[in-house]
């Protein structure tokens, strides 16, 4: 039963498809490598116009096809005026929110679908950085909560707080699938309640299931991080359900 | 402690977002109502220029802008020619596997991230579905067993029942979250090993493994339709990873 196709052969350049590509697209591929393969940071300049058109040999329109390409896919801008020309941006999960939030909208979802997603993605995180979590990261945990719990009169440090918290576990988590979904749906959420504050009280609240987070991912057992987290994306569903029905039933909506 | 402020007066609107929208923004957002209010299919004709111009009581190049925009998203196309114009698309999740590629491809993430994220997602997909789901739908994804297993010597067959399997228990999982990650995901995976061909005794595992999958679900136990569904995205994860190793770690591309 070896009657399998091997994969080398299929994939000779190791693209995933089988349409030859437009020439605009395969300089914009190969400075997506390049810019990876150098680990060019956000921001870094890339070479301007005429000099990319040397090294691609190709025509002025097909570069610049090319670089619009990559404008779009939020992997550069491109700054004008003197001095200006394409810069790194690399892209981000939040890039996915106008697109992902169409797609809900057509689908008539609400937040509370956004939060039940969130609710299956966030514990199998939780499970998955038990064991790939540095002591660093759990102590930066650590100290995240006490900051919320100390400063739990302050709106805005709690949202940082709680934003950084659920970002390290994911980045930690390993997969970088479920991280930028994650990632995505935290955004369309936290769109969805712009405005509502949270009382002191809720936000304690907050602190103390995070800290239980903290106390099961310092144990290493994934199991119990994955318990102490679901319960805490459980209960903030049903928070939410409970104190604005409204708001959890409204439909998802798209604003650019 | 209710000095919570209630989302009401915040979202005047509805909107979730506070920055003054463009009038061509407006204008896009008004059509995506328009296409959804009277649930129009895919193909439906929207009214031509001209009459968007009046109905909406903007310029001409607001309202290309405002189109433009809808077609990027994949909100419409644009037919050329006599007797075209704006024609209904609907925005769907294979519209995200572009920009999800690029984000995973700059994490360095390969294939085995991406069915590592499937099989976070699938179990609870399956989980939701089983009491969602109904009977015809079951009696469906039966049927699909059966032809998976006369066919198992057609490649084709066997990747189209894969995925209408796989997709009828994510739509009914009632999880819009859920089931647009796991299209995208699957249509990067599937991307990703165009050309391997499974053996035909490969394929009859599948299918058994899908009709323990249907078992579960007509019994209606989340537990046993999640536990039967992690047997076998966890098992086909360790497939692709014995014996595809290269396959499976090759790095995510972005391919357009």
Known sequence: MSSTTGAGGLFPGGAWTTRAPKTSERVARELVNHIIGHDLAEGAKLPNEKQLVEVFDVGRTTLREALRLLETRGVITIRSGPGGGPVVRRPRPDDLREGLTLI???????????????????????????????????????????????????????????????????????????????????????????????????????????????????????????????AHVEEAGAFWGRHYPELSARGVRWVQ
Chains 1, 2 share one sequence.
């Open 104 to 230: 809900l909208q057509f689908a008539g979802a609400s937040l509370t679908d956004v939060l039940e997603a969130r609710a299956t993605l966030e514990p199998r995180i939780a499970s998955l950085a038990a064991t790939r979590l540095t002591s660093n990261r759990i102590e930066e945990l650590a100290r995240s909560v006490e900051t919320m719990r100390d400063s739990c009169e302050d709106h805005d440090v709690f949202l940082d707080e709680n934003r950084r918290f659920h970002t390290t576990i994911a980045e930690a988590s390993g997969s970088s699938g479920l991280w930028v979904f994650n990632e995505t749906l935290k955004s369309i959420a936290d769109g969805a309640v712009v405005g509502v504050e949270y009382t002191p009280r809720r936000r304690l609240a907050v602190a103390e299931a995070h800290h239980k987070i903290v106390e099961a991912l310092r144990s290493r057992d994934p199991r119990s991080a994955e318990a102490a987290m679901r």
